[in-house]
């Protein structure tokens, strides 16, 4: 594709539901990373993967946080029983190879917990 | 534990040069930069990597001091698109991509 996509655009939800956040990376990028940043913060880092694999999840927030991605393609974060510091807006980017090359960020997917 | 930016903001006129630091109480491995405008998503800029390899955009251009554990991003000739919040995230393992970011500098470019 021509960039980065992530779905939903923006996510509205009650405390205590599970909600799942949708990446599509630029075609052929093998390298995927979530991020999160919380209104006025700085960013986040929250996984990333090459290939299908994720090396290292220790940045997920907590177990109710979980990420995959098939087909080395489209990730999907979600977060089970959702709490209102889940708030924020999640990023998605990918990069062509490694880990050490230029990322292209998506738009992100702004979520709010009531 | 979190790198400290320095400094936490400035305001240059176009044409002046900018230094951001980043700083670290870990050794570091590797440091990215990343450059935010208000209400968009980040975009990144450079990353250094430990034996001094460096890659990022033409325009821009940082150090990585291993034994201070600080890098630079330098700014040079600034112009307006230069505008926004820049970050610096730093990986203290290597084999790992564990990011942890500053909490940014807020970069004000005015005519």
């Known amino acids: 594709g021509a960039g980065v996509s992530q779905s939903p655009s923006n996510k509205v939800t009650e405390k205590g539901k599970d909600v799942e956040l949708r990446c599509d990376p630029i075609?052929?990028?093998?390298?995927l990373y979530w991020y999160r940043q919380s209104l006025g913060q700085g960013l986040e880092f929250l996984i990333y993967f090459q290939g299908n694999s994720a090396p290292d999840k220790s940045g997920l927030p907590s177990d109710r946080f979980s990420a995959e991605r098939t087909g080395g393609s489209v990730s999907t974060l979600t977060i089970q029983r959702t709490q209102q510091e889940d708030s924020a807006v999640y990023l998605c980017a990918s990069s062509l190879m490694t880990r050490q090359e230029t990322q292209y960020f998506g738009p992100g997917t702004r979520l709010l917990v009531l | 534990q979190q790198p400290v930016q320095s400094p936490q903001a400035v305001i240059l006129r176009e044409g002046e040069d900018a230094v951001i630091n980043c700083s670290s109480s870990k050794a570091l491995y590797s440091v990215h930069w990343y450059r935010q405008k208000h209400g968009e998503a980040p975009v990144f800029l450079m990353i250094l990597l430990k034996g001094g390899e460096q890659k990022g955009h033409d325009k821009i251009s940082a150090s990585f001091n291993e034994k201070k554990q600080q890098s630079s991003l330098y700014l040079t000739a600034s112009q307006l698109s230069y505008s926004g919040t820049y970050f610096c995230g730093t990986e203290t393992r290597a084999g790992s991509y564990q990011l942890t970011f500053g909490k940014g500098t807020k970069l004000s470019v005015i005519p």
């Open positions: 075609s052929g990028h093998t390298a």
